[in-house]
C-alpha cells in the first residue's frame, strides 16, 4: 500500500476510534474556519490548552506515552514533530505497522529499541499529569487530522542535541525543534 493512503487509513481508525460518543463532544478540537477558511489550528500551549481532553484507543495510548516520555519537555511543535516521526514509521514498510509496534520495537533489550524509554532498564511512571494531558490532546490533535502533518519532511529517526549518534552522519536531517534533530532514513520516501 502505497505511504500516503496507508497513513490516510491509519489517521480514519484513529478518527474512527476517537468518534465522539455524545453531541456536546461533536467537535473536541473546536475547530473552527477563519474567514479564509482555514483551521484555528496553531503549534502553541494555549491553543492546547483550549481543547477538550479526549482518551482514544491503544494506538493513542502508545503515542501518549510516548510523547510524555520522550518529549513531554520540548515545544508544542517539538512533540507534534516526535508524533510525526512514529507516525512516518508506521507508515514505512521498514518499520512495523501499528503504532504500539512501533513504539515498543525492541523492548526487552537494553539500549536496543527504538524509543529509550522502552529500555532503559527504568520503571517509567507518569507523574506530571498536565504534561499527560498535554501529549494526549497532541497526539489526539495529530491522530484525528487536526494537526497539520509535514513537520519533519518525512523523518523517521530524531535524537537531543546532547547526544550525535552515528548513524545521524548518514541520515540526511529534515528540521529541528528545540533539542531535538530529526532525520529521514536514507532511500526512504517523503510524506
Request: aromatic share 10%.
Amino acid at each position: 500500500m502505497e505511504m500516503d493512503s496507508w497513513l490516510s487509513a491509519l489517521i480514519s481508525s484513529e478518527r474512527e476510534a476517537l468518534k465522539p460518543t455524545s453531541v456536546a463532544r461533536s467537535n473536541p478540537f473546536n475547530l473552527s474556519a477563519n474567514s479564509s477558511g482555514e483551521s484555528s489550528f496553531e503549534y502553541s500551549r494555549d491553543w492546547l490548552a483550549s481543547q477538550q481532553f479526549v482518551e482514544g484507543n491503544e494506538g493513542w495510548e502508545c503515542l501518549t506515552q510516548a510523547l510524555y516520555f520522550e518529549a513531554r519537555g520540548e515545544s508544542v511543535k517539538g512533540q507534534f514533530a516526535v508524533a510525526e516521526v512514529i507516525l512516518n514509521r508506521v507508515a514505512s514498510p521498514l518499520y512495523p505497522n501499528s503504532i504500539c509496534e512501533v513504539v515498543n520495537q525492541g523492548t526487552g533489550k537494553k539500549f536496543q529499541c527504538q524509543f529509550t524509554y522502552t529500555c532503559d532498564g527504568r520503571a517509567e511512571k507518569i507523574n506530571e499529569p498536565k504534561a499527560h494531558e498535554r501529549v494526549g490532546k497532541v497526539a489526539a490533535a495529530i491522530l484525528t487530522g487536526a494537526a497539520p502533518f509535514g513537520l519533519t519532511k518525512g523523518a523517521t529517526h530524531y535524537h537531543t542535541k546532547a547526544v550525535n549518534p552515528r548513524w545521524a552522519r548518514k541520515f540526511p536531517r529534515t528540521a529541528t525543534y528545540g533539542a531535538h534533530h530529526f532525520y529521514r532514513q536514507p532511500g526512504a520516501s517523503r510524506s
